[in-house]
C-alpha cells in the first residue's frame, strides 16, 4: 500500500540524513520526498511517499518515532488528507502542437509559462494521479526537454494540523 507520511524533524545538520538513513537501512525506497520550513524556524517539514503493508509501515514509523530529531509523525493515509503536487514540464512542439497544448492546459486546469516551439512550458497543480495523466498527454503533443515534480505534500482534513498534533500528542523517542 502506498503510505504518505509528514514528519515534522528538528531543523539541524544531518536530521534528513538519518530520518532517510532508517527507510534505506530496512530496503524501502522513498518515492517522493518534500522538505519545507515550517513557521517555526527550529523545524522542518517531511512528507514522503513509500510503499508497503500497513504493518511494516507502522513498525517503520515506530523506528521513525524513536530518533532523536523527529518532533512528530503523521501517516496522512490512515484518515482524510489532502494530497497535491507541482509538476512544470518543458517541450518542444510539434507542428500544430500549440493548439493542442492550449486545450491541454485548459483541459487539467493547467497554467501556460512560455509558449515558445522550442520550450514550451506548463504548469499543473493537482494529485499525484492527475499529474500522471498530464505527462502522458503532454508527451503526445510534444518531445519532453524536462519534468520537474515537486513531490507530493499532504495535510489532514479537519482541524487538527500535524502540528497542533504535535502539541497534544508528542513523541518520547
Known amino acids: 500500500m502506498r503510505h ?11 536530521a534528513l540524513t538519518r530520518m532517510t538513513g532508517l527507510f534505506s537501512n530496512r530496503g524501502y525506497n522513498i518515492e517522493t520526498l518534500n ?43 490512515l484518515g482524510e488528507h489532502f494530497e497535491r503536487e507541482l509538476a512544470i514540464l518543458k517541450m ?13 492546459v485548459k483541459e487539467f486546469g493547467a497554467d501556460l509559462l512560455d509558449d515558445a516551439q522550442n520550450s514550451c512550458t506548463v504548469q499543473l497543480t493537482g494529485r499525484p494521479s492527475e499529474i500522471d495523466r ?21 495535510v489532514s482534513k479537519g482541524e487538527v494540523t500535524l502540528s497542533s498534533y504535535a502539541r497534544h500528542h508528542r513523541l518520547t523517542g
Do not use: C, W
Open 4 to 14: 504518505v507520511i509528514s514528519v515534522l524533524l528538528q531543523n539541524e545538520v544531518g
Open 92 to 104: 518542444k512542439l510539434k507542428t500544430g502542437g500549440y493548439a493542442k497544448v492550449t486545450a491541454l
Open 35 to 77: 522538505v519545507a520550513p515550517t513557521d517555526d524556524p527550529l523545524v522542518s517539514r517531511v512528507t514522503l511517499v513509500i510503499s508497503g503493508s500497513d504493518a511494516a509501515i507502522a513498525q517503520l514509523n515506530t523506528q521513525l518515532a524513536k530518533l532523536v530529531d523527529v518532533v512528530n509523525i503523521h501517516d496522512m493515509t
Open 134 to 154: 498530464f505527462v502522458k498527454s503532454a508527451a503526445k503533443i510534444g518531445e519532453l526537454s524536462a519534468v520537474a515534480r515537486s513531490g507530493s505534500v499532504a
